[in-house]
């Protein structure tokens, strides 16, 4: 049986969306981007929301209105993917890791504590795989010590902290839209903003800093000259990308709970298994079951990378665990000691998770993760 490892959500309607767009004229950042960023807004409870190119962009222009810039040193975790070290690095700063809250596998709050000095402007927790970080303990410490927050929320749409969306807690959210994430609209990123007023300079600074909008130069009876006040960037969103967003956000909460009921079928199938242990949801956060990441123990007496070369001779496709990016050329000896990134780093297998994954896959997948491993399934 071949199991692909994830598919993005989209239908006939996704593309009906684009052709209407198409035949609608207006192609580029449009009254769609508009739409999309108000609907999401609205979803995640933020007062507004800015569309980008993706959340790298996103982390990006957050970072760069928090201020951050060449000198400065922001706390990131190592455990998360790449582009959330590299947004700190392309404002001009140092990104600095701190170690994961073995239960969490997100930013340890003590950790990040630790790695402060008077160069630090920022903190950026990561809602890894859509489990939400321990934001209080965050804002307690931004609070403190006079930080800005800006969160990677790539994988969150849709996830919780204390009944609340994550998207509300804080001044600056980012988003993904890529395909592996959990609504797609090809690439594509947004900000979810606390302040109108940051809101409206992100707007500019994603194009040039220009002071007038394409819309407002459109709607114009006279000829309208921008201007440029400050130093910008292109991180603009297409209307095209925009309409399949607005179609995407309809079917969300369907996509959330498909994902949800994999994710606990996988608890329950694999939670007797002595090999490997399930991902766990802290009583203060609902997780998004962005990726479904399984770890395997050492009693599996195979690696979690031997497990996935097994697993793909089966016919199963997987990704390994979230990356430890100080493991990286790239930012090797950037970091002090991690100890449980470089565990986790190690120990973990994504498993296929996406809606239309069927009973049948998922029991197979299941049934070939406990042959590898020796596992008996305890009663
Ligand atoms: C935690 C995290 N941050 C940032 C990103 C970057 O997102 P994008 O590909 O939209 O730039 C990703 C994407 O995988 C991610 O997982």
């Known amino acids: 049986m071949e199991v692909p490892f994830a598919r993005p959500s989209l239908t006939e309607a996704d593309g009906a969306a684009v052709a209407e767009a198409v035949a609608s004229g207006w192609v580029s950042q449009g009254p769609r981007v508009a739409a999309f960023e108000a609907a999401y807004a609205e979803r995640v409870g933020a007062p507004d929301a800015v569309a980008t190119t993706n959340c790298t962009t996103a982390l990006h222009l957050a970072l760069y209105v928090s201020g951050v810039g060449p000198g400065d040193e922001v706390i990131v975790p190592s455990l998360s993917f790449i582009a959330t070290a590299n947004a700190v690095w392309q404002c001009g700063a140092t990104p600095v890791f701190a170690d994961i809250d073995p239960l969490t596998y997100n930013l340890d709050p003590a950790s990040a504590e630790r790695a402060i000095t008077e160069r630090t402007k920022a903190i950026m927790p990561v809602h890894q795989v859509g489990l939400p970080a321990d934001m209080d303990a965050f804002a307690l410490l931004a609070d403190r ?3 800005a927050i800006v969160e990677d929320a790539a994988c969150a749409i849709g996830a919780e902290h204390q009944g609340r969306p994550i998207g509300s807690l804080g001044n600056l959210t980012c988003f993904s839209l890529h395909p592996r994430k959990v609504i797609t609209c090809g690439e594509g990123g947004m900000i979810a903003v606390s302040d109108p007023l940051v809101a409206e300079r992100l ?6 800093a220009m ?4 819309a407002e130069r459109h ?11 400050e130093r910008g960037w292109n991180a603009r969103m297409t209307d095209l990308q925009a309409a399949v967003g607005l179609k995407q956000l309809e079917v969300l909460e369907l996509i959330l709970g498909e994902r949800r009921r994999l994710a606990e079928r996988y608890n329950e199938l694999l939670g007797g298994m002595p090999t490997v242990e399930t991902p766990k949801e802290p009583a203060y956060a609902k997780r998004t079951w962005q990726s479904y990441p399984l770890r395997v123990l050492p009693e599996a007496g195979v690696s979690a990378a031997d497990l996935m070369d097994a697993l793909l001779h089966d016919g199963v496709a997987t990704r390994r665990g979230i990356m430890a990016i100080h493991h990286e050329a790239s930012y090797a000896n950037c970091a002090g000691a991690l100890p449980h990134t470089d565990a986790a780093a190690e120990d973990f297998v994504l498993l296929p998770l996406f809606p239309g994954l069927s009973d049948e896959q998922q029991d197979y997948v299941v049934d070939r993760v406990g042959a ?3 596992a008996v399934i305890q009663a």
Not at 203 to 208: D, E, P, Y
Not at 211 to 214: C, K, N, Q
């Open 145 to 147: 010590h006079g930080l």
């Open 203 to 208: 707007r500019r600074l994603r194009q040039h």
């Open 219 to 229: 709607a114009a009876d006279r000829v309208v000259v921008e201007h440029y006040p």
């Open 372 to 374: 590898w491993t020796g």
């Open 211 to 214: 002071d007038r909008s394409a």
